[in-house]
């Protein structure tokens, strides 16, 4: 197989008046659904983190403003789409709105919207008459607000946030990281990334070429044929080899933890000598939690861009024996500050760590 580099597509990383970025004082805001890893983000970034007051009231209205300056300022904005108990994906949506107008009319000069989980992402096209396109919805309610430039982690489809959006967007990745983590652990092994459905193999392609970079023995590459029909889900054969090999299935979402699931059971069955799973984005503690307990699988990585799921506890470090959470404060935060110094992002999409430059 080629081994040949796919870079990432990265779109122009200057907007208007990007060039004073640097000068603009600018600052990291978030609301206190996501002010831990704001905290995180903001020191990898080296950047101060603005104080905002939240005040909500009887029947569920709620009141959003900074407590400094934001006049002649870039402001990056972070907010996680995915739902709690106390905060829904809708209402986190509604106090994003709310904060990007607030700060527009105080005149801060830009609002860079930081969305590590993106709600919405993956309803990106109409598959049966009437069908909403929810993410150009999304993507008109953010720019309605005002939003001068998204950063996303891992989404569903780039190219249709790419279609969606009228303001630059740049499309960020777990995948670096996890190449790390498992070219860490798994040296001299003979290695095969599994794409659950065939809809992933292009992530699972770009993770095996990153993967070969680290490696000295070849990985391969496969992927499961899925079926659906009428919401149920069946899984087919494993296209390519796994037997006797080390398995690392691939995926951007664990929703219910089912796909995963199956993946790997038939990985097994396969004759897979151990099934690893990693997956950016976790936003159902049940379904995370039902991946880790399942038998068929030896370990689970996966990033804290939901602010971490609830009912987890732990940070950038191995949670338990199978479950290892890495935070993605250091990949944004180097993001942001590479993007104040004029230096390109496309290394942290390719290699991580990444050396200074």
């Known amino acids: 197989m080629s081994q040949r580099l796919t870079r990432p597509r990265v ?3 200057v907007t208007r008046n990007f060039a004073a970025l640097a000068n603009s004082d600018p600052c990291v805001v978030a609301l206190s659904e996501c002010r831990d890893m704001a905290t995180a983000i903001a020191a990898s970034a080296g950047l101060p983190l603005a104080a905002v007051e939240e005040r909500r009231f009887e029947g569920g209205e709620f009141k959003l403003r900074p407590l400094e300056s934001v006049r002649g300022r870039v402001v990056f904005v972070l907010q996680a789409l995915s739902a709690t108990a106390e905060f829904p ?3 986190r949506l ?3 709105l709310f904060l990007l107008y607030g700060l527009r009319d105080a005149g801060a000069s830009q609002r860079v919207a930081l969305v590590p989980y993106l709600a919405y992402a993956r309803k990106d096209r109409r598959t049966q008459l009437r069908d909403p396109v929810n993410t150009r919805y999304v993507a008109q309610l953010l720019e309605a607000a005002g939003i001068d430039r998204l950063l996303a982690l891992d989404v569903h489809n780039p190219a249709a946030l790419d279609n969606a959006f009228r303001v630059p967007v740049d499309h960020l990745t777990a995948l670096p990281m996890m190449v790390d983590h498992f070219a860490r652990r798994l040296v001299g092994s003979a290695l095969t990334v599994v794409s659950p459905d065939v809809g992933g193999i292009k992530r699972a392609q770009l993770f095996r070429e990153l993967l070969q970079r680290r490696m000295t023995c070849e990985v391969e590459l496969a992927f499961i044929e899925k079926r659906r029909a009428q919401d149920v889900v069946s ?12 398995v690392i299935v691939i995926d951007d979402l664990c929703a219910s933890g089912g796909t995963l699931i199956r993946a790997s059971e038939l990985c097994q069955r396969s004759g897979a000598a151990a099934v690893h799973v990693a997956v950016t984005h976790a ?5 995370l939690k039902a991946v880790v307990a399942a038998p068929s699988i030896a370990s689970v990585v996966v990033s804290d861009s939901v602010g971490f799921t609830s009912g987890w506890s732990g940070g950038a470090s191995t ?5 290892t959470v890495l935070s993605i404060a250091p990949l944004f935060g180097q993001t942001l500050h590479r993007m104040l110094t004029h230096r390109p992002v496309a290394p942290l999409l390719e290699r991580w760590p990444v050396d200074a430059e």
């Open 283 to 287: 936003p159902l503690a049940a379904g």
């Open 89 to 91: 994906i809708a209402e």
């Open 94 to 96: 509604v106090r994003l």
């Open 235 to 246: 899984t087919g054969a494993l296209v390519g080899s796994g037997s006797g090999r080390n």
């Open 11 to 13: 779109l122009r990383t």
């Open 319 to 323: 949670v338990g024996a199978k479950l």
